[in-house]
């Protein structure tokens, strides 16, 4: 290694619906809703935002970003995903985001005028999940990959055919793909470790630890040889440089060729045996 790689950090843009687009500050934490008013979780302003009722959090590859939606639902946003959100649940008969990637929820509770519950609900390209006040977590990465919801506490309905929703226990844990949902238990300790700020691996094989690394560090990965066969336990930090996680699956007799690209000014891990 020439040259190491930082881990990702906070970085994120806030998109409206007018086509607005603003980089967030990575020195902040996150953002909070309120109305119109959209600002920084420790109260600060930020410059100039749309006042369109729709907008769109994404962060990037080696990105991750917080936001307290307008009914006091807190969501953490992991890297290279997306939440859409209205500015206001107010008079609406359900509060409804749509995710791509990976997020963390703890929904509030959120009553009409009349008293009523008023329902949350997260859309997927998968599926659809339906709570009232609970804490889960959502991975939706990609069309070859199942979307996995994982729960903490509460209750959530997991719906990928209307005729036939999934009730998850605290726990338990959704894998949806296609028309069908297994539920299985989950191990929360790898579900939350990005969460908690660590990488988190048991019994994975390579490809699904180099997933991480490649969105975490934002690195293009190849592969030199077949790797199927052969699993892997470990944990890091995720505020490690990435040789610290080279260095570790180079015990295990996994070699590395890491290159950067000047016209591209992108990275690419080739990985061999």
């Known amino acids: 290694i020439v040259k190491d790689i930082s881990p990702g950090g906070k970085k994120a843009t806030l998109s409206s619906s007018d086509g607005k687009k603003l980089e967030l500050n990575g020195d902040k934490n996150g953002i909070a809703i309120n109305g119109s008013d959209i600002s920084y979780t420790d109260g600060s302003a930020i410059a100039n935002p749309s006042p369109t009722p729709v907008h769109r959090l994404t962060t990037p590859n080696g990105g991750e ?4 939606l307008a009914d006091g639902t807190k969501v953490w946003l992991n ?7 209205p500015t206001s649940f107010a008079d ?46 959502i991975n939706s990465y990609g069309e ?6 994982t ?18 226990k605290p726990g338990q844990q959704a894998l ?8 299985q238990t989950a191990d929360m ?3 939350m470790a990005w969460k908690n700020g660590r990488m988190e691996f048991k019994d994975a094989n390579l490809y ?37 996680l080279l260095k570790i699956l180079r015990y295990s007799d996994v070699s590395f060729e890491l290159v950067h690209d000047k016209e591209t000014n992108t990275n690419k891990l080739t990985v061999k045996p």
């Open 208 to 244: 699904t630890i180099m997933e991480q690394v490649s969105r975490w560090y934002d690195i293009k990965v190849e592969y030199k040889g077949d790797f199927s066969k052969r699993t892997f336990n470990g944990s890091i930090s995720r505020n490690s440089n990435l040789s610290v």
């Open 79 to 85: 890297a290279a995903s997306s939440l859409t959100f």
């Open 151 to 168: 729960l903490l506490e509460g209750s959530v309905s997991v719906t990928v055919d209307p005729t036939k929703p999934v009730i998850l």
């Open 176 to 183: 949806a793909q296609g028309n069908k949902i297994k539920v």
């Open 189 to 191: 300790e790898t579900a």
């Open 65 to 68: 970003y917080q936001i307290v």
């Open 92 to 137: 609406k008969n359900e509060r409804l985001v749509h995710l791509t990637g990976e997020a963390y929820f703890e929904v509030s509770k959120h009553k009409s005028k009349n008293g009523r519950n008023i329902p949350f609900f997260v859309s997927t390209m998968a599926q659809k999940v339906a709570v009232l006040g609970t804490h889960f977590n």
């Open 144 to 149: 070859n990959n199942p979307t996995i919801t």
